[in-house]
């Protein structure tokens, strides 16, 4: 096994323990945004599960796909290193075991352990560990993160856990230092701070040969000084390593209770590294979120709402247009599939969003929603499918095409106003065969859309394999639908817009996926805008 040096390269990995779902993906990228602004900080997810990506999961089991600008589909926490730290993540940051005993299968068969017994160690862990370094030196990273998906203690993370250890002895222990999410819980018959879940997890992961550094409490309240000495009295660390990750009604908060708690500090001390913060927009942003001036009840119309992760970067998206316009966004997730009367159940709404999504649930009920949108004149956007199903509402109700459909629905539909792509039509194999990843458009002037985005030349990430039929261009646009934005050849519709309609518009990418705090999506700080109007009225 050969190791290449990189003496000034520093490394950070994070595991998490007692429960999943404590936010370790939130988590790392708060550390990494408090080093971000001096540092090349790349991240790096290790998922245990089999799939290589999670482009095939149902979003109600996983959470949303987040894709990435080089097409890659990869868990949601790739969205937080985005919106956090302001950089565009690659797929082979994203690590799962599928990828990892698919890599060794090939490797196996074609003779690259001839003659040996191929084992989980050292064979499996040294292909993570010459994937850490590769990706790390590939990219000049100066800092990396890894997070290692899972609880410690799962059969799923053992082998990433494993590798995380040997990492110490190949770059040196002045070089990494490992922090660990936990969960602080307080029962309710006694109103106390709890510690021994902590406890037993750290003693799980010292089994494993880790002893954090960096021990992140997250709980419903600020850890005291009592349950901190505790933590370190037990597990061997330093009372100031102890630290609380508190429930925050916005993710945005953490950064910023990280640093009130001294991690930068630990970091740097840790490390041997020097910390720059550049907090002060951050702050602004985040007091905004706080004390808004308006508010605003936006609808999210799709078939996933049992799970709002499956639409987390439109809540985020939403959040972010709110910080800007000081106005509070409240989201009512409404499930498609289950409609009533829909003008009742929109009548107290501001403005809707219909989601991306495959299949055919709750397609009928999401037309619905739109015609009432379109007639009513209340603020609309729609985001891939949700572009699709406006093209199909608009061309029944308006073009008088009766019956019109996507034929991802419907294949016999008369008219096809939405196609499957051509060079799609014979591929059998799921997953990766999509138009995915950033895809450039051209914008028409004296648009609504280029208003927003202030270019003509635009890109969003896209995910989907359906387009808007060219053959029914023409009499779209004829009867009042407009183009906004085509791609470069001008072949496909990538933004649509109603004439007369204060904001009726839709996206064929997935412009949530780009969005941040700092920079927040044009077409849901338009929406939001819209939505103040329509508010007022």
């Not at 323990?17 to 540092?39: C, D, E, P, T």
């Not at 037990?234 to 908060?253: H, M, P, Q, R, T």
Request: aromatic share 8%; glycine share 8%; with cysteine.
């Amino acid at each position: 096994m050969i190791f290449f040096s990189m003496p000034k390269m520093k490394w950070i990995v994070l595991t998490g323990g007692v429960l999943s779902g404590l936010g370790k993906g939130i988590a790392s990228a708060s550390i990494g945004m408090l080093l971000s602004s001096k540092y090349k900080i790349i991240p790096i997810k290790c998922d245990g599960y089999l799939n290589v990506d999670p482009g095939t999961m149902n979003p109600i089991e996983h959470g949303e796909v987040y894709v990435l600008e080089d097409g890659g589909e990869v868990d949601m926490d790739f969205g937080h290193y985005e919106r956090f730290l302001g950089i565009n993540c690659k797929s082979e940051w994203n690590l799962t075991m599928g990828k990892v005993f698919d890599t060794i299968r090939k490797k196996e068969r074609r003779g690259d352990y001839l003659g040996k017994t191929v084992q989980y160690i050292p064979h499996v862990t040294n292909l993570i560990i010459e994937w850490w370094l590769s990706v790390a030196r590939k990219e000049k990273a100066e800092v990396v993160l890894i997070e290692i998906g899972g609880t410690i203690g799962d059969i799923e993370n053992e082998l990433y856990v494993e590798a995380a250890r040997q990492l110490k002895k190949i770059v040196g222990e002045q070089n990494i230092m490992y922090a660990h999410l936990t969960y602080i819980p307080i029962p309710a018959c006694v109103n106390e701070q709890k510690s021994k879940p902590t406890q037993q997890s750290i003693n799980i992961l010292r089994e494993r040969g880790i002893t954090p550094d960096l021990i992140i409490g997250r709980s419903a309240e600020m850890l005291t000084d009592e349950i901190k000495n505790k933590i370190a009295t037990f597990c061997d660390v330093k009372k100031e390593a102890v630290i609380s990750g508190l429930d925050v009604d916005n993710i945005y908060k953490i950064p910023l209770i990280f640093e009130q708690e001294g991690v930068s500090k630990i970091v740097s001390k840790e490390l041997n590294i020097k910390v720059k913060l550049k907090l002060k927009k951050w702050k602004g942003l985040v007091k905004n979120l706080d004390s808004p001036e308006k508010k605003v009840r936006i609808a999210i119309c799709g078939k996933y709402t049992r799970l709002e992760d499956s639409y987390a970067s439109i809540v985020e998206a939403l959040k972010h247009a709110s910080a800007h316009l000081k106005c509070k966004v409240e989201i009512n997730f409404v499930e498609t599939s289950k409609l009533g009367d829909i003008r009742k159940e929109l009548e107290k709404i501001d403005g809707v969003i219909i989601p991306g999504g495959f299949g055919e649930r709750g397609v009928e009920g999401k037309i619905e929603v739109i015609k009432c949108c379109r007639e009513t004149r209340k603020p609309l956007l729609g985001i891939c499918y949700g572009l699709q199903l406006s093209v199909v509402e608009f061309a029944r109700n308006v073009c008088g095409l009766k019956n019109a459909n996507t034929t991802e629905i419907n294949e016999k539909t008369p008219y096809t106003v939405i196609d499957i792509l051509p060079e799609q039509k014979n591929v059998l194999e799921k997953g990766g065969t999509m138009r995915l990843g950033a895809y450039p458009a051209v914008l028409q002037k004296d648009t609504k859309i280029f208003d927003l985005y202030k270019n003509a030349n635009v890109s969003e990430r896209h995910r989907h394999r359906y387009e808007v039929n060219p053959e029914y261009h023409e009499i779209l646009q004829r009867n009042g639908m407009v183009f906004s934005g085509m791609s470069p050849d001008r072949k496909l519709v990538e933004f649509i817009e109603l004439k007369n309609h204060p904001y009726f518009v839709g996206c064929q990418g997935h412009p949530e996926l780009k969005s941040t705090l700092l920079k927040p999506a044009p077409l849901f700080y338009g929406l939001v805008s819209a939505a103040m109007i329509k508010n007022q009225q």
